[in-house]
């Protein structure tokens, strides 16, 4: 079993930054390529970011880009997302995913929910205007 724990969230201002851990636990193979998503209330969940199993390939939602940065440490089991220039709408809970068969990498779905087979609980992270 993979248990996956995301931290950082908070409360800050527009224009503001923030990071954002997801630690990794349990049968976890540091091969696992690795999603964040984020839910806003009342909205469906969306696509963040992404980083494969050896940080060699990222990538971004057009509302986020220039703005976060997604990397990771296996070392440590952990995949970061540093978060800049906070805006309002970026609002939202924040989770990140495991995809633990490669899919997301070899069809490159990575911005598909499904795709991934653990989740962690998420954490809120609220940008004030």
């Known amino acids: 079993q993979v248990q996956l724990l995301e931290s950082g969230g908070g409360l800050v201002q527009a224009g503001d930054s923030l990071g954002l851990s997801c630690a990794a636990s349990?049968?976890?193979?540091?091969?696992?390529?690795i999603g964040w998503f984020r839910q806003a209330p009342g909205k469906q969940r969306d696509f963040v970011s992404y980083?494969?199993?050896?940080?060699?390939?990222?990538h971004y939602a057009d509302s986020v880009k220039g703005r976060f940065t997604i990397a990771r440490d296996n070392a440590k089991n952990t995949v970061y997302l540093q978060m800049n220039s906070l805006k309002p709408e970026d609002t939202a809970v924040y989770y990140c995913a495991a995809d633990s068969r490669g899919t997301t990498y070899y069809s490159n779905t990575y911005s598909y929910a499904y795709e991934y087979d653990y989740w962690g609980q998420g954490t809120q992270v609220t940008v004030s205007s």
């Open positions: 349990g049968y976890i193979s540091s091969n696992y390529d």
């Open positions: 980083i494969n199993w050896d940080g060699g390939v990222t």
